[in-house]
């Protein structure tokens, strides 16, 4: 069955970078598109970023372009978000998410459980 | 960027009875290829998100026949034919048309 499992959230002081992983199973992970998108708490949904398969087309929210790189590890079926910069406002539960396939949309259809960044003094 | 409003943001039901939320985009979400790319999405309490319905009207694996959406352009609606006391949550709509993807405020649906 397909799983994410998301790590590498934390405690963190603002200008600090963080890294996450969201680990991918369940699914030939090469063959699909991956998304980030994050929740402040109690807030809404707001999506962070994605990365097309091969990793050769990224797409980033305006707040967190420049400050927030994706990138992935199809050998080791991994998903990476590496956070710069980090500012109170993302403060957030991050989720990664099975997005498209390069020739079928079909929405995020798997979501991690989420990994919680806290970015305060 | 595309704005998606939904409206209503709250909305007490009764179980048995249907619902309806509507979603709003600034830009049309019909593609060249015919779709229209408008998610929804259901975040039960204390759950991560799951997909209900994409390319407008599509319904998800796994996801109850009481659950359908519609629309075409700008205007799009999800529709809970005989709400359940598991439906409870907040509903978003998506649209995945362009970057960067944008949500809705969300839909708060509670049992009266």
């Known amino acids: 069955q397909v799983q994410l499992v998301e790590s590498g959230g934390g405690l963190v002081k603002p200008g600090e970078s963080l890294r996450l992983s969201c680990a991918a199973s369940?699914?030939?992970?090469?063959?699909?598109?991956m998304s980030w998108i994050r929740q402040a708490p109690g807030k809404g949904l707001e999506w962070v970023s994605y990365?097309?398969?091969?990793?050769?087309?990224?797409a980033y929210a305006d707040s967190v372009r420049g400050r927030f790189t994706i990138s992935r590890d199809n050998a080791g079926n991994s998903l990476y978000l590496q956070m710069t910069s980090l500012r109170a406002d993302d403060t957030a539960v991050y989720f990664c998410?099975?997005?498209?396939?390069?020739?079928?949309?079909?929405?995020?259809?798997?979501w991690g459980q989420g990994t919680l960044v806290t970015v305060s003094s | 960027d595309i704005e998606m409003t939904q409206s209503p943001l709250s909305l007490p039901v009764t179980p048995g009875e249907p619902v309806s939320i509507s979603c709003r985009s600034s830009?049309?979400?019909?593609?060249?290829?015919?779709?229209?790319?408008v998610d929804w999405y259901l975040q039960k309490p204390g759950q991560s998100p799951q997909l209900l319905i994409y390319?407008?009207?599509t319904r998800a694996s796994g996801v109850p026949d009481r659950f359908s959406g519609s629309g075409s352009g700008t205007d799009f609606t999800l529709k809970i034919r005989r709400v359940e006391a598991e439906d409870v949550g907040v509903y978003y709509c998506?649209?995945?048309?362009?970057?960067?993807?944008?949500f809705g405020q969300g839909t708060k649906v509670e049992i009266k």
């Open positions: 998410a099975r997005d498209r396939q390069p020739s079928r949309y079909g929405g995020n259809d798997y």
């Open positions: 369940g699914f030939t992970f090469s063959g699909y598109y």
């Open positions: 990365i097309s398969n091969s990793g050769s087309t990224v």
């Open positions: 830009q049309s979400l019909l593609n060249t290829n015919g779709y229209n790319y």
């Open positions: 390319l407008g009207s």
């Open positions: 998506m649209q995945g048309l362009q970057t960067p993807r944008t």
